[in-house]
């Protein structure tokens, strides 16, 4: 299995910005995506790579999130910009290695915390 490792997290005003980045041991999987779990919320998901190359993104980050990757670094980029006190969460990233909508690989999570 790939192991996935998650970094870039930490404190940041809001209106500011983030990049997280998913490292994976061996090789990116074509279906990756990043959530996110706020304190007595469930988990959602924030951004994805679908089955045919395109980007998804939840209606909350619209517009402010990019999600990216680099195949050569074997590394996925969720950039945070315009950041709201509502995006503190942990972000994790995690492989959908069969594009069919199960996420059956994921990393441990960073931390994201927004403040006033």
């Known amino acids: 299995q790939v192991q996935l490792v998650e970094s870039g997290g930490g404190s940041v005003e809001a209106g500011g910005s983030l990049r997280l980045s998913c490292a994976a041991s061996?090789?990116?999987?074509?279906?990756m995506g990043w959530f996110r779990q706020a304190p007595g919320k469930e988990r959602e998901r924030v951004a994805a790579?679908?089955?045919?190359?395109?980007?998804l993104y939840t209606d909350s980050v619209k517009g402010r999130f990019t999600t990216s990757k680099d195949n050569a670094k074997n590394t996925l980029y969720l950039q945070m910009n315009n950041m709201k006190l509502e995006d503190t969460a942990m972000y994790y990233c995690?492989?959908?290695?069969?594009?069919?909508?199960?996420?059956?690989?994921w990393g441990q999570g960073t931390q994201v915390t927004v403040s006033s």
């Open positions: 790579f679908k089955r045919d190359g395109r980007t």
């Open positions: 061996t090789y990116l999987d074509h279906c």
């Open positions: 995690a492989a959908d290695t069969y594009c069919s909508g199960d996420y059956s690989n």
